[in-house]
């Protein structure tokens, strides 16, 4: 039951991940076109739109870290889960 629910949490994080990814990439790239236009340019839109467009990418790229974190986590408790067999200065 808790592989499912951790499946789940999983799915739901990467879904939140991509949707925030989109919003920051469109609102960087406005931000970028804002700061061209000569009637709304106002100080900073030029850095809010590369920050947008950064904060796409760590977005973007933000499930497969949380992928490889819990592949390497499985792996550690794989490694030091008790052995039947083995005497027990060896686990």
Same mark, same amino acid.
């Given at each position: 039951m808790s592989q499912e &629910? @951790? %499946?789940t949490g999983g799915t739901v994080a990467a879904a939140v991940m991509y949707v925030l990814a989109f919003v920051c990439f469109i609102a &960087? $790239? =406005?931000? @970028? =076109?804002?700061?061209?236009? *000569? *009637? %709304? +340019?106002t100080p900073g839109k030029i850095g809010m739109g590369i920050a947008?467009? $950064?904060l796409c990418g760590l977005f973007a790229t933000g499930p497969k870290w949380v992928n490889k974190a819990a592949n390497t986590l499985l792996a550690v408790r794989q490694q030091s889960a008790p +052995?039947?067999?083995l005497p027990v200065h060896w686990r």
């Open positions: &629910g @951790l %499946t &960087g $790239v =406005w931000a @970028l =076109w804002e700061s061209r236009n *000569q *009637q %709304t +340019r947008g467009l $950064v +052995r039947p067999g």
